[in-house]
C-alpha cells in the first residue's frame, strides 16, 4: 500500500505542476531572462507576480520533497532511537517549511508592493529578500546533509565488511 512517503511524493508532484506552468506561460512569457531594459512596465509587473507566487511554491515544494525522504526513513528504519530522530527531523522540516512558506507570503505590506514596488509609484515596505534566501540556502542545505547522514549513521550497525559499508555509501 501507500505510505506516507508515497503521499508526500505525490504532494510534491502536484505543487510542481503550477511551478512548471507558471515558468513556462507566466514568468518566461513576461521577460524573465531578458535584460529588464528591453521589457514594458506590464511585463516587469507581471514577472515580479509569477516570480512571487513562485518563491513561495519553491519553498513548499523543498520542503515536501525533504518530508517525502525522512518519511521514507521512517518505513526502513524500525529502531525506537532512529525513529525518534526522524520525527524530530520531520518536525523540524515542517516547522522550517511552514516559517519559509509564511515569509515568502508576507514579506511585503502590502503583498502587491513586492511586484509594484519597481515602478516608485506605489507605497509598501517589504523585509530584506536577501536575508531570507541565504538564510533559507543555508538552513536547507545543513538538512540535506542531516538528512543525507541518517541512513550512513545506520550504516555503522550493518554486520558488513568495512569495504561494503563505503561502496553501500557511496550509493
Same mark, same amino acid.
Given at each position: !500500500?501507500? +505510505?506516507?512517503?508515497?503521499?508526500?511524493?505525490?504532494?510534491?508532484?502536484?505543487?510542481?505542476?503550477?511551478?512548471?506552468?507558471?515558468?513556462? #506561460?507566466?514568468? %518566461?512569457? $513576461? !521577460?524573465?531572462?531578458?535584460?529588464?531594459?528591453?521589457?514594458?512596465?506590464?511585463?516587469?509587473? $507581471?514577472? *515580479?507576480?509569477?516570480?512571487?507566487?513562485?518563491?513561495?511554491?519553491?519553498?513548499?515544494?523543498?520542503? &515536501?520533497?525533504? *518530508?517525502?525522504?525522512?518519511?521514507? #526513513?521512517?518505513?526502513?528504519?524500525?529502531?525506537?532511537?532512529?525513529?525518534?530522530?526522524?520525527?524530530?527531523?520531520?518536525?523540524? %522540516? /515542517? &516547522?522550517? +517549511?511552514?516559517?519559509?512558506?509564511?515569509?515568502?507570503?508576507?514579506?511585503?505590506?502590502?503583498?502587491? #508592493?513586492? @511586484? %509594484?514596488?519597481?515602478? +516608485?509609484? =506605489?507605497?509598501?515596505?517589504?523585509?530584506?529578500? /536577501?536575508?531570507?534566501?541565504?538564510? $533559507?540556502?543555508?538552513? $536547507?542545505?545543513?538538512?540535506?546533509? @542531516?538528512?543525507?547522514?541518517?541512513? &550512513?549513521?545506520?550504516?555503522?550497525?550493518?554486520?558488513? =565488511? @568495512?569495504?561494503?559499508?563505503? +561502496?553501500?555509501?557511496?550509493?
Amino acid at each position: !500500500g501507500l +505510505g506516507l512517503d508515497d503521499w508526500f511524493v505525490l504532494a510534491t508532484m502536484v505543487a510542481a505542476v503550477p511551478s512548471a506552468f507558471i515558468t513556462i #506561460y507566466g514568468t %518566461t512569457a $513576461n !521577460g524573465l531572462g531578458k535584460d529588464i531594459w528591453t521589457l514594458d512596465a506590464q511585463s516587469i509587473t $507581471n514577472v *515580479l507576480m509569477y516570480f512571487y507566487v513562485m518563491a513561495s511554491l519553491y519553498f513548499l515544494q523543498a520542503t &515536501l520533497v525533504k *518530508l517525502a525522504i525522512v518519511t521514507f #526513513y521512517m518505513r526502513i528504519f524500525p529502531s525506537r532511537d532512529t525513529q525518534r530522530l526522524l520525527w524530530g527531523t520531520f518536525i523540524f %522540516t /515542517s &516547522l522550517w +517549511g511552514l516559517a519559509y512558506v509564511i515569509a515568502a507570503i508576507t514579506q511585503c505590506q502590502p503583498i502587491s #508592493y513586492f @511586484w %509594484t514596488q519597481w515602478d +516608485g509609484l =506605489h507605497e509598501g515596505s517589504c523585509v530584506d529578500a /536577501s536575508g531570507i534566501a541565504w538564510s $533559507n540556502a543555508a538552513i $536547507n542545505i545543513a538538512l540535506d546533509l @542531516w538528512i543525507l547522514a541518517i541512513p &550512513l549513521w545506520q550504516l555503522r550497525s550493518l554486520q558488513l =565488511h @568495512w569495504k561494503k559499508k563505503i +561502496g553501500v555509501a557511496l550509493m
